[in-house]
């Protein structure tokens, strides 16, 4: 069965220091990754997505990811944290098979220290 | 701001009653979807509408349905309500219902559903 795990529920870092989330997916085909990011009380923020192409993809805010079939991961980067950075992330994969569903992970929650 | 609208944002009622969600998606988005955030079980798909017809479903309670009018809002509906009812019900929508950048869904910022 599809699904996606980040193995971190909850990560500090500094502000300023750089940030990685991890994210497993299991999936079947060539994937479609998304990265979402909900800051408290908010909705859900489409930060980057990967359909195809290049494995390297740029985002919002800075953000950025990369794919590696090989390791069946898809995690996201940031040089430099800043304290607005503060949020859950959600790693997702897309069902093309499966009217179009989103399956999520469980979600890495950041917290960032002054 | 994705461009999709729910209503309400926070709702609190009884176990055993009814209440409706709204959701207005981005302007020329035909599809619509449901996913319920809790606690024990995380973001889950409910259900996705497109161009007003039923195309997939998924965790989704026989107590609770979902229909998509023909100006494209939606509405997820969710009766005799349960104290485990209770969570995050977020709407979705993209421009169509299969094919690649066109299946980026965009959120709303959710209904708070609290069941006393």
């Known amino acids: 069965a599809q699904s996606v795990t980040q193995p971190d529920i909850h990560i500090t870092v500094s502000e300023g220091a750089s940030l990685e989330l991890r994210c497993n997916y299991s999936?079947?085909?060539?994937?479609?990754l998304f990265w979402y990011v909900q800051s408290p009380g908010q909705g859900l923020q489409l930060l980057l997505k990967?359909?195809?192409?290049?494995?390297l993809v740029q985002g919002i805010k800075g953000f950025e990811a990369e794919f590696k079939r090989s390791q069946s991961s898809f995690n996201l980067r940031k040089p430099s944290v800043h304290w607005s950075d503060a949020a859950e992330y959600f790693c997702?994969?897309?069902?093309?098979?499966?009217?179009?569903?989103?399956?999520f992970g469980g979600g890495t929650r950041v917290l960032v220290k002054p | 701001d994705s461009g999709v609208t729910q209503t309400p944002k926070h709702l609190i009622t009884a176990t055993g009653q009814r209440v409706t969600l709204r959701c207005s998606p981005r302007?020329?988005?035909?599809?619509v979807y449901w996913y319920q955030q809790s606690l024990d079980q995380g973001l889950q798909f409910l259900i996705q509408y497109y161009n007003g017809e039923e195309r997939a479903k998924g965790n989704i309670l026989e107590r609770f349905s979902a229909q998509q009018f023909p100006d494209l809002h939606s509405e997820l509906n969710l009766s005799s309500l349960e104290l485990g009812d209770s969570a995050l019900y977020f709407c979705a929508s993209s421009v169509a219902a299969s094919g690649t950048a066109m299946n980026t869904q965009y959120f709303g910022p959710g209904t708070r559903l609290t069941v006393l």
């Open positions: 302007s020329g988005d035909l599809s």
């Open positions: 990967y359909f195809s192409g290049d494995t």
């Open positions: 999936y079947g085909a060539t994937p479609y």
């Open positions: 997702a994969v897309l069902h093309k098979a499966a009217g179009n569903k989103l399956t």
